[in-house]
């Protein structure tokens, strides 16, 4: 599983080392192939372990053609959709099109999701959970914004 945040930086290439907890359990994956695709919600990374995406393909191939919202989801996930291999030192190369739809120039936060990890431009991300924040502190506790469905 995936957990965890780091903040890295994108080496001049467009290349991001992955976090070493992150490539410890890469290293017990079937394969070291990963799936690069845009979060269709959020202007941000999603980054899948092959046998992992074999599984989303799976789920979106079940999606309708015919609902627009299914239909967006499928184009932009695997229309975007990158195959990757991560080198030597454990970097993967972020290509151009999708860092420049994520808005990712320097600074990247990397967020542990389980079966995945999220990349986000560092100053977007830090900007997306205060503002979160800040809206469960003003509902006065976690109702509408799913931590009311988790018995923490």
Same mark, same amino acid.
């Given at each position: 599983?995936?957990?965890?945040?780091?903040?890295?930086?994108?080496?001049?290439?467009?290349?991001?080392?992955?976090?070493?907890?992150?490539?410890?359990?890469?290293?017990?994956?079937?394969?070291?192939?990963?799936?690069?695709?845009?979060?269709?919600?959020? +202007?941000? *990374?999603?980054?899948? !372990? =092959?046998? %992992?995406?074999?599984? $989303? #393909?799976?789920?979106?191939?079940? &999606?309708?053609?015919?609902?627009?919202?299914?239909?967006?989801?499928?184009?932009?996930?695997?229309?975007?959709?990158?195959?990757?291999?991560?080198?030597?030192?454990? +970097?993967? *190369?972020?290509?151009? !099109? =999708?860092? %420049?739809?994520?808005? $990712? #120039?320097?600074?990247?936060?990397? &967020?542990?999701?389980?079966?995945?990890?999220?990349?986000?431009?560092?100053?977007?991300?830090?900007?997306?959970?205060?503002?979160?924040?800040?809206?469960?502190?003003?509902?006065?506790?976690?109702?509408?914004?799913?931590?009311?469905?988790?018995?923490?």
């Amino acid at each position: 599983m995936f957990r965890g945040q780091s903040a890295i930086n994108v080496d001049a290439k467009g290349r991001l080392a992955v976090p070493a907890r992150f490539r410890e359990v890469l290293a017990r994956a079937p394969s070291p192939d990963l799936v690069l695709t845009l979060n269709p919600w959020d +202007r941000a *990374l999603w980054v899948y !372990p =092959l046998h %992992e995406w074999v599984l $989303i #393909e799976a789920k979106l191939a079940e &999606l309708s053609d015919i609902d627009q919202h299914s239909r967006r989801t499928k184009q932009v996930m695997r229309g975007y959709a990158s195959d990757c291999v991560p080198d030597g030192h454990g +970097r993967i *190369l972020l290509p151009p !099109p =999708l860092r %420049e739809i994520a808005s $990712i #120039e320097r600074q990247v936060t990397v &967020l542990g999701q389980g079966n995945k990890f999220e990349l986000w431009d560092s100053a977007r991300w830090q900007a997306l959970r205060d503002q979160w924040f800040g809206d469960v502190a003003q509902s006065g506790g976690a109702g509408g914004h799913g931590l009311d469905r988790l018995a923490l």
